[in-house]
C-alpha cells in the first residue's frame, strides 16, 4: 500500500466578537457567534502522509516532537476525520504529520485556529475526501472553535448555531479580504508559553462566572453592530464595538472563581496609548485574546503611525504587522510545510 499525503497552508485569525464559552464542550460548539479577520501574515502549513508502514502517528510541530496533550489532540483529530469521511472502514492508518507555523512559535500567539484549519484540509484530502469549505469549518471547529473560522479569507462570521448536532455550527466569509484595507498589528508583550488556555479559561468562566449570562446574551446584538459597521466601512462604530466585545470577554474572565488575570502591565499601557491615538483622530482600535499580546486594528493609511507608537511602548517586545488573508488552501504534492 502507498501512502496518501496532503499539504494544506491556512493563515491565523483575530477575533473583533469574541468566542469565549461552549454550549456543548463534547462537540465543540459555542455559544456565542463570532465574528474575525484572516491574517495574511500568520500561517500554518501542514503536510498529512498516512502510511501503513507506522505503528504509531509520527508528529512534528516546528521540528519538534509534540508531546502529551498536543499530540493527543491532533490524534485525536485525525480518528474524528476517518470516521466522518471513512465510518465503515477498518481502525485508520497511522500517520505522520509535519507542521510549521511562520510565526515565532515563542510569541505567545494562538496557532490553534491556523493550526486545525490546515490538518483538517491537509488530513481530509490526504484520505481522499473532497469536502466542501462548510464541512471542513464544521470538521476544524471539532479541533478547535476558531479554526473554523480560518478556513475562509478576509472577514468571516461563526454561527453559534441551533442544532444539538452543530451541524449548522459553521463560519462562512462575509467579505473579502479587500474589501476593507484594514491592518492588523500584533504587539507582543510577552513571549511566553499562555498560563491559561482559551479552553481552561473559557470552560472556568462558563462555570463561575456571574457576568457569563450578560457576556452571552449581548453577543447578538454585538454581531450586528459590527456587521453593519463593516458593511458602511464605518471605523468609528467598529471600533466602538469591538473593544466593548474584547473588554467583556475579558470582565467574564476577571469575574471568573479564581480570576483570569490575562493582562500585564504593558498590555494595559498598549491599550491606553490606542485610546489616546484614536481620540487624536487615528482609526485604529484594540482587541485582546487569551494572552497578554494587543492586537491594534487600523486602516492601512495609518500603520506607519500605529506601529511607531506601539513599537515605542516599555514592554512591548515585537510588533508584527498583517494585511487580511486569504482561505485555507491545498499546497502541490511534495511540497515541504517549512516556511
Ligand atoms: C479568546 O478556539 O482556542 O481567541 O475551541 O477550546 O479550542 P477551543 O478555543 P479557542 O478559543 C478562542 C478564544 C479567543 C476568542 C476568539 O478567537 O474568538
Known sequence: MSTSTATAVAHANIALIKYWGKRNTALNLPATGSLSLTLDALTTTTRVAFDPALSADDI???????????????????????????????????AQVISHNNFPTAAGLASSASGFAALALAGSHALGANADEAQLSMLARRGSG?????????????AH????????????????P????????????????KKVSSTDGMQLTTDTSPFYPAWVSGAEADLAAARQAIAARDFDALAAVT?????????????????????????????????????????VCFTMDAGPQVKAVCT????????????????????????????????????????
Open 146 to 158: 476558531s479554526a473554523a473560522r480560518s478556513i475562509f479569507g478576509g472577514i468571516v462570521e461563526m
Open 161 to 176: 448555531g441551533e442544532r444539538d448536532d452543530g451541524l449548522d455550527c459553521i463560519a462562512h466569509p462575509l467579505h473579502a
Open 60 to 94: 512534528r510541530l516546528n521540528d519538534q516532537a509534540a508531546d502529551g496533550r498536543a499530540a493527543q489532540r491532533i490524534s485525536g483529530f485525525l480518528d474524528l476525520l476517518h470516521s466522518h469521511f471513512q465510518p465503515d472502514a477498518a481502525p485508520r492508518t497511522r
Open 243 to 283: 473593544e466593548f466585545s474584547t473588554l467583556k470577554m475579558h470582565a467574564s474572565a476577571l469575574a471568573a472563581r479564581p480570576g483570569v488575570i490575562y493582562w500585564n502591565a504593558a498590555t494595559l499601557a498598549a491599550m491606553h496609548a490606542i485610546r489616546e491615538c484614536r481620540a487624536a483622530g487615528t482609526p
Open 300 to 339: 492601512a493609511a495609518a500603520v506607519d503611525e500605529v506601529a511607531g507608537m506601539l513599537r515605542a511602548l516599555p514592554g512591548v517586545v515585537d510588533v508584527i504587522v498583517s494585511g487580511l488573508g486569504a482561505a485555507a488552501r491545498l499546497r502541490p504534492a511534495g511540497d515541504s510545510p517549512a516556511g
Open 178 to 193: 479587500d474589501f476593507w484595507d484594514l491592518r492588523v498589528l500584533i504587539a507582543i508583550t510577552d513571549a511566553g508559553v
